[in-house]
């Protein structure tokens, strides 16, 4: 009985002990919940070329406001663009450089709104190898002009201009049959036109007053007078078969936007409101 107490002592501790490990093994099972991370979309983003530059700008903000959404740009000329959709490319939103080729997918589309509005205007190379001083000097003899072809906006519109001016006192209808003649070539895009003269392949191009801006000490502008000239609407609306539809019409309010307007504004777009 003498060793009682001792035994005693070594019950209690023993006890002791599992408890702690049992709390311990208990605590260690123990995983912190983590709130997922959103998946990342990719908004595909279907955009006239004239507003390669500007929706450049607007995609870096975009992105850094939003870290889980990529945008992926498909510049070219609005016509070409209408008809992939038509197609079944995989796009989200469409922003055109007309209505006529936002109309060809009316029934693709939700409705459009009208984010930008833009000018025709004249450029040439920085050098001026045609010393094109004027509005008058594009129907001289043997000037070579770039345009987009008609069924490109812009092209349709530089038609436009000139109709107005062949029908007008200053001008003349030989006037606009003498810069008809003149055309070399007819590209798919603004773009083309925009590297024609950057390039100096020819003497003159017609393109929007956005792009003279961005093209930059490259070329040289020639404004066209208000009378004249033509005012371009841009219209943006979502895809209908979007897989992305709620990102696709938060990125269309994101452009529609004061502070996004403000930099279409700085690449010369007129803004809408």
Request: aromatic residues 8%; hydrophobic residues 40%; charged residues 15%.
């Amino acid at each position: 009985m003498k060793h009682f107490p001792r035994v005693l002592f070594l019950l209690v501790a023993v006890c002791m002990l599992l408890a702690s490990c049992g709390s311990s093994s208990s605590s260690s099972s123990t995983t912190p919940t983590s709130t997922p991370t959103p998946a990342t979309v990719t908004l595909n983003v279907f955009a006239a070329a004239s507003l390669t530059a500007a929706f450049g700008e607007i995609k870096t903000k975009y992105e850094a406001a939003n870290p889980n959404v990529t945008v992926t740009y498909n510049f070219a000329g609005s016509n070409t663009l209408a008809t992939q959709i038509t197609n079944g490319a995989p796009a989200d939103v469409f922003a055109s450089a007309d209505t006529n080729n936002m109309q060809k997918v009316s029934s693709l589309v939700n409705t459009p709104q009208t984010f930008a509005r833009n000018k025709v205007i004249v450029i040439v190379p920085a050098n001026n190898p045609g010393n094109i001083k004027t509005l008058h000097d594009l129907a001289n003899k043997g000037v070579k002009i770039a345009v987009a072809g008609p069924s490109v906006p812009v092209g349709n519109y530089t038609l436009e201009v000139l109709n107005k001016m062949g029908q007008s006192s200053e001008y003349g209808p030989a006037y606009e049959s003498a810069v008809k003649a003149n055309f070399v070539t007819q590209e798919t895009s603004v773009s083309g036109v925009i590297q024609k003269v950057e390039l100096g392949e020819v003497d003159a191009g017609f393109v929007y007053v956005s792009d003279a801006f961005s093209a930059g000490s490259k070329v040289m502008p020639i404004d066209i007078p208000d009378q004249y000239n033509v005012l371009a609407d841009y219209p943006i609306a979502t895809v209908k078969d979007s897989t992305h539809s709620t990102q696709a019409e938060a990125f269309v309010q994101y452009v529609l936007s004061a502070d996004e307007q403000a930099i279409l504004a700085k690449y010369h777009f007129i803004p809408v409101g």
